[in-house]
């Protein structure tokens, strides 16, 4: 039980499904906008497996790849795998297990996720080297994350389409501001060991600023989104909510103080998928 905890510690098992709501999204706008009804149950079950198994794998992947990393920063060298709560070998299982759950879950939905879902393990892979040579390594892990409602409207479809892409660049930048933002913690380290990120390239205040940025495009792809799939009132009042949270994150960490930058990168960040999911059900629901 001891490792079985201490396992869903290291791939922040909760994060998994605050991040699933968005992952619905894309399979509700589907639905809604191309057949006009529910997704069925059956596809929903799947995208859920796949997103757990995505999700699972790509936090493995980047303790395992990271461990030297992490067991040199001060910050991170009590987290389960540099500490040496697990063992390194068991992660290796679990990546390839959960890459596996993956591809299997996108074989169950159609020919199309399956035929896409080995691309989806490059980019999970990826990602964790990315920080070794650019400092666009934030976006690269939005568009990991991004790939959610994607997937999922190609998991209700079967078919090919860019329209799926608006949310998830409106994904992909919320992740990029707020992984800029709390990376910012390891500016001295990151440009000691030769680090790439916007915060060890640009410095703090201008880290702050970039994410601010990368929140405003989100701002904006969610009513591009609201916009293009005929959204009505409902689902623009969640995006006004989630516009206050983003708000309120800038407001509380500042060039100096970053005393609250947790709280703010993932407390509070835990209500924004499920406060614009939420509304577009309603709105969906009204609709229909």
Not at 100 to 124: E, Q
Not at 181 to 188: N, S
Not at 201 to 211: D, I, N, Y
């Amino acid at each position: 039980m001891n490792r079985v905890k201490a396992f869903l510690s290291l791939i922040d098992f909760g994060h998994t499904l605050f991040g699933l709501p968005f992952a619905y999204l894309g399979a509700f706008l589907a639905a809604f906008s191309i057949y006009h009804e529910w997704p069925s149950i059956y596809a929903l079950f799947w995208i859920t497996i796949a997103m757990v198994g995505a999700r699972t794998a790509a936090l493995c992947l980047n303790r395992v790849i990271d461990l030297n990393i992490d067991k040199a920063n001060p910050r991170t060298a009590d987290w389960i795998l540099p500490s040496g709560k697990l063992p390194v070998s068991l992660i290796w299982v679990m990546v390839f297990v959960s890459l596996a759950v993956l591809i299997w879950a996108s074989a169950r939905l159609n020919p199309l996720c399956l035929a896409l879902s080995p691309l989806a393990v490059v980019i999970l892979w990826l990602y964790s080297y990315t920080k070794r040579f650019t400092w666009l390594c934030h976006l690269f892990l939005g568009m990991a994350i991004g790939i959610g409602p994607v997937g999922s409207w190609f998991g209700i479809t079967g078919a090919f389409s860019l329209l799926p892409l608006i949310p998830g660049a409106a994904v992909m930048f919320w992740v990029a501001g707020f992984d800029t933002m709390y990376a910012c913690q390891d500016i001295e380290f990151d440009r000691r060991h030769r680090l790439h990120s916007i915060p060890a390239r640009f410095g703090e205040k201008g880290a702050l600023l970039l994410s601010a940025l990368f929140h405003m495009l989100t701002i904006v792809f969610l009513l591009m989104t609201g916009i293009i799939f005929k959204l009505g009132i409902w689902y623009y009042i969640g995006v006004g909510f989630a516009s206050t949270i983003l708000i309120y994150q800038h407001l509380i960490v500042k060039p100096g103080d970053l005393t609250r930058v947790g709280y703010a990168s993932f407390s509070i960040n835990h209500y924004m998928g499920l406060i614009i999911f939420i509304m577009t059900l309603i709105n969906i629901f009204v609709l229909i």
